[in-house]
């Protein structure tokens, strides 16, 4: 699966990735103590020049990843207008557009192996409320290999309905689909039990 | 039942699945054979209208299948390789009243035809049986009487026999004989397309012999035979 | 458990699966992603542990940056944006939709897992979103509330589905039903 880490190399592609985190909670948390407008500037300033610090075709992807945002920031102009509070709204504009940019730089400039290290570091605490890790890299190789594989499923059943509909697919398309999930979690449940060493029955997926 | 590609090429992914495929296909029983990575899928998606071709024109009796999916979806069926990918309802009777419904019908119209196919076909005792206890053979006739049921002109079929047991390809073989309406099949099983009219040999996109069935399929199996002795294993995905 | 490993990926493999492919109608006409419809199914067919632990282990891949969340969005920008509130309440909702299915011995399933969709995959979601749209909108959770209402009708639709689904599933194939194994 092709993740979202920018093939454009930058200066940021080498820093490690705990610290990066470190500086986009850092900065998060900052940001949201203030509601000064020139502080939030300065705010979207620091964030555009880290951009452009990496180039322009790299700053160009990273605006492009902003997209999705459009619509939230449309509301709360609009909104803000409509209250006569174009300051405040430009605020929590710059605010997303900060925030959600930095983030995503972290996302563009770091790879997928290193963040996943640093994230099941920081889970580790919560394996005294349950929730278990070990087999967290296996579950991982498995959503990766099978995502693909359910969607090319779910697009042939979307032909199957196309072919003998103008209509778009009803819901009921799930219903095939989570079938084919389940039938898919109970093959891959015994070839795990064939390939898979346990070390204490039923508690550990340490494969062979 | 008359299929036309004039100049069609498909690219996905910057590749040129299909490149300048021109066809008149008039015959009865057409074969389409190649191997995997050839484009036959994407000839037969192409042909019910599933996609667009990225140049060229595809008609089928005259109807743009891409553009009137109305006219396309009551003119050309297609029977994709897995049952367990394609039947989308639970029972049989709801699965063969899909295509019904949506050419128009009333929900009991629709249920009244059904059950009038699988008399067609003889099983009238699976109306309300749950897809999940048919075998797979079985499976495989209930996706030829889904399109069927919708009496298309022509039915298009992507590698039917690839998968299914001796008795059931058998069988399918059987019943695709009896049917009146138009074939399209595609293929790598040389033996299945015995008796048809027209092979079209496609490689790499591109049509290699389009001629009469039996002499085509002499020069594709030759060929197979010579690769299968080389040690060159495919380098194209599917 | 293997099986429970194979059940967990393979539902987080659903859900993205769900997001990618084209939107589907509902009945009514409207198209809606099913993204949110595999959260629940995880919660009324997995229960509470394990469909939560399916849709974490989505999240956990979108925040390492795959496009698995509907429209091919992905990474950390999602969790600072104003649907980050959804996001954490995605398992959240899971968790809660599944401990309805476990706890209520309902003789109905349909019923249970209408039930146990609506108030984990539709409210609490929606509570969860509304408070993060309102802590980065900077907006009351009234207004707030404004913002997230117009989705609540399609998502309440999709709890019928997943209830239908999940019926289906203890008709057809009750021994997937983990919720009520």
Redesign the interface.
């Known amino acids: 699966m092709i993740s979202l880490t920018s093939p454009i190399e930058t200066p940021y592609h080498g820093l490690p990735a705990g610290q990066k985190l470190l500086v986009l909670c850092a900065f998060t948390f900052a940001i949201f103590l203030t509601s000064r407008l020139d502080a939030h500037l300065a705010a979207v300033a620091f964030v555009s020049g880290v951009h452009l610090g990496a180039g322009i075709r790299f700053t160009l992807l990273a605006a492009r990843r902003l997209l999705p945002v459009w619509p939230f920031l449309a509301v709360v102009i609009l909104w803000h207008i409509a209250t006569d509070d174009l300051v405040g709204g430009t605020v929590i504009s710059i605010r997303l557009v900060a925030t959600i940019g930095l983030a995503n730089l972290v996302t563009m400039t770091t790879r997928l192996d290193d963040l996943a290290d640093v994230f099941k570091t920081l889970l580790v605490p919560f394996e005294r409320i349950g929730i278990r890790l070990d087999g967290l890299e296996m579950a991982i190789a498995l959503v990766l290999r099978f995502t693909p594989l359910l969607l090319q499923r779910g697009t042939m059943l979307v032909e199957a309905w196309k072919s003998r509909s103008r209509r778009h697919p009803s819901w009921r398309i799930v219903f095939p689909l989570t079938l084919l999930a389940i039938d898919d979690a109970e093959r891959v449940s015994e070839a795990l039990q064939a390939r898979c060493r346990a070390e204490r029955e039923g508690r550990s997926w340490h494969v062979s | 039942m008359e299929t036309i590609l004039e100049g069609v090429s498909y690219v996905r992914d910057r590749k040129k699945v299909l490149d300048g495929v021109s066809l008149s296909l008039t015959d009865r029983r057409i074969g389409v054979v190649g191997r995997n990575g050839s484009g036959k899928s994407t000839l037969a998606r192409l042909i019910c209208g599933l996609i667009k071709p990225t140049s060229g024109k595809i008609r089928v009796n005259g109807i743009d299948v891409w553009r009137d999916r109305k006219n396309a979806v009551e003119t050309v069926g297609i029977v994709f390789q897995n049952p367990d990918h394609q039947i989308i309802f639970p029972t049989v009777s709801e699965e063969i009243a899909f295509g019904i419904s949506q050419l128009g019908h009333s929900k009991r119209d629709a249920r009244e035809r059904a059950l009038q196919t699988l008399s067609r076909f003889g099983h009238e005792t699976w109306a309300d049986r749950a897809i999940h206890t048919l075998s797979q053979g079985q499976r495989h006739l209930v996706c030829l009487m889904s399109v069927m049921a919708m009496r298309p002109a022509v039915i298009v079929l992507d590698e039917p026999f690839t998968g299914p047991d001796l008795p059931t390809i058998m069988q399918l073989h059987r019943h695709l004989h009896s049917l009146d309406v138009s074939q399209i099949l595609i293929t790598h099983d040389i033996s299945a397309l015995a008796g048809f009219d027209r092979v079209v040999w496609l490689d790499r996109g591109r049509i290699r012999r389009d001629g009469e069935a039996r002499a085509v399929l002499e020069e594709f199996r030759t060929e197979m035979e010579r690769l299968g002795r080389s040690d060159d294993f495919a380098d194209f995905a599917d | 458990?293997?099986?429970d490993?194979?059940?967990?990926?393979?539902?987080?493999?659903?859900i993205?699966?769900?997001g990618?492919?084209?939107?589907?109608?509902?009945?009514s006409g409207v198209?809606i992603t099913?993204q949110s419809?595999g959260i629940m199914?995880c919660g009324t067919?997995l229960g509470a542990?394990r469909g939560a632990?399916a849709v974490?282990?989505?999240l956990?891949?979108v925040?390492?940056?795959?496009?698995?969340l509907a429209?091919g969005?992905?990474?950390?920008?999602?969790?600072?944006?104003?649907s980050a509130g959804y996001l954490i309440g995605f398992p959240v909702g899971a968790f809660i939709a599944g401990t309805v299915m476990e706890r209520w011995k309902a003789r109905s399933v349909v019923a249970a897992a209408f039930v146990a969709a609506l108030v984990g995959g539709v409210f609490v979601v929606a509570a969860f979103g509304t408070a993060g749209m309102a802590?980065?909108?900077?907006k009351s959770i009234p207004e707030a509330l404004l913002?997230a209402l117009p989705f609540i009708p399609g998502d309440m639709l999709?709890a019928t589905?997943a209830a239908a689904?999940t019926a289906?599933?203890a008709r057809?194939?009750p021994e997937?039903v983990l919720s009520r194994g």
């Open positions: 458990m293997y099986r490993l194979a059940y967990i990926a393979l539902f987080a493999a659903l993205a699966a769900l990618i492919i084209p939107k589907i109608t509902l009945a198209p099913a419809l199914l067919v542990r632990s974490m282990l989505f956990f891949l925040a390492l940056g795959l496009p698995l429209g969005r992905g990474g950390l920008g999602l969790f600072a944006s104003p802590i980065t909108l900077d913002l999709k589905a689904i289906f599933l057809n194939r997937s």
